[in-house]
């Protein structure tokens, strides 16, 4: 896979990544300048600007949003103060008593936030397995509001057939609003909005940033209606991202094509040692012969850089946790180096133990992200910590 394979654009997608368009500057600074200001005044007290006040509009901001757009192939796109916030200003579009079908392997925040909406909206959230869609069909109902779903889910790397997920709602529940968050792919491996998705959200903290110094998120639509209550929740709950937090997204944007090339074909790399071993592993097309193949390369143009791993040892699977040397032990992925983690103790905990085992989340699954380092040293670091776990 190259990054160029993306088609629609007036350049390859590494042309339109590096070259931020929407940089309007008056001084024609070629790295967008950081608007650092809560306001900015009128000429008269009747001839408002196109910015006032920075929660409402930001230049910084403004500009990210137009390069986003375009490489999500939106005509809209907002971002928010992380990618939580980008999911929360979508689920308030929701009313009370709102039926949700989501996926029952969603990231733990995400989770957490509609059980939140359980108890404090009366939302009806059935998490179903979606790489059924036969389960996913029994879920729909005619008065189903929002489907919500990720491909490949995270931590266990499910791959659920996103094209299907459009035709079916919209045949037995053509009012709800049909949502993909596309974090684990990026705009660089996936364009969910081409399918008909009507919102589609990612993190920007993890691939779009990838240095793990800035949080955010964005919400992407073709739709104006949306746009239109989307704009109006983050502008009147106080959720857009900050100047300073959009200049260092579009720095980051600028080598997102080359990043996750390079974390991919590690990430492949490690996958293919990993299983060797003879480790149950989890990454979307290890294995050419199963049918989740053949799914997975109908919407996404690569597998990306993260993989679950499981060891049947909680055990065996903290040694290699704690025996890796390049691999930190943190939640997150996406950024420029490797990392490990559990996710039942860690990016996971939220969800209750129970709730885990009914979904099949195992304590001794590993998590690992991979980053832009050289594959060999991460092989021979992983080669190392499973000696230790007495894997090897
Ligand atoms: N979606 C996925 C798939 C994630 O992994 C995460 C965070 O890990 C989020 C959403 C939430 O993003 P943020 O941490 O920027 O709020």
Redesign the pocket.
């Known amino acids: 896979m190259t990054v160029n394979d993306m088609p629609e654009h007036k350049f390859s997608l590494s042309t339109e990544l590096v070259h931020v368009t929407t940089n309007k500057d008056q001084y024609k600074a070629s790295s967008v300048p950081i608007y650092q200001s809560a306001t900015f005044q009128q000429e008269t007290l009747d001839s408002p600007g196109e910015f006032d006040y920075t929660r409402s509009g930001n230049p910084t901001r403004t500009t990210l949003q137009g390069h986003l757009a375009k490489l999500m192939k939106a005509k809209h796109a907002f971002v928010t103060s992380?990618?939580?916030?980008?999911?929360d200003m979508i689920v308030c579009m929701l009313e009370s008593n709102s039926h949700v079908v989501a996926g029952d392997d969603?990231?733990?925040?995400?989770d957490r936030l509609l059980t939140h909406c359980k108890k404090l909206y009366g939302f009806e959230v059935s998490n179903i397995d979606t790489t059924s869609i036969t389960a996913f069909e029994a879920a729909l109902r005619p008065d189903t509001a929002m489907v919500l779903v990720?491909s490949p889910t995270?931590p266990m790397i499910k791959i659920c057939d996103v094209k299907e997920v459009i035709r079916i709602t919209r045949q037995k529940s053509p009012k709800a609003i049909i949502v993909i968050?596309n974090?684990?792919l990026s705009p660089i491996l996936c364009n969910p909005l081409d399918f008909g998705y009507d919102i589609e959200?990612?993190?920007?903290?993890?691939y779009l940033s990838g240095h793990h110094d800035v949080?955010?998120?964005v919400i992407a639509t073709n739709s104006d209606e949306l746009a239109k209550r989307i704009y109006f929740n983050i502008n009147s709950r106080g959720a857009a991202l900050a100047p300073f937090e959009s200049f260092l997204l579009l720095r980051g944007i600028k080598t997102m094509g080359l990043r996750v090339e390079r974390a991919q074909a590690n990430a492949i790399a490690v996958a293919k040692f990993l299983k060797s071993k003879g480790l149950k592993v989890n990454f979307p097309g290890l294995d050419p012969e199963d049918p989740s193949t053949a799914v997975f390369n109908s919407f996404a143009r690569g597998p990306g850089a993260v993989m679950s791993v499981q060891t049947g040892s909680v055990e065996k699977s903290r040694a290699i946790c704690d025996n890796t040397k390049l691999f930190e032990i943190s939640?997150?992925?996406g950024s420029v180096n490797s990392l490990i983690s559990m996710p039942a103790y860690m990016?996971h905990a939220s969800i209750a133990k129970e709730v885990r085992e009914e979904r099949g989340l195992k304590e001794d699954l590993i998590r690992i992200c991979i980053g832009i380092e050289d594959a060999d040293d991460l092989i021979a670091d992983l080669d190392n910590a499973l000696k230790v776990a007495k894997l090897n």
């Open positions: 992380n990618g939580m916030s980008a999911l969603l990231y733990g925040g995400s990720e995270n968050d974090t684990m959200y990612e993190s920007c903290t993890k949080m955010g998120g939640v997150s992925f990016s």
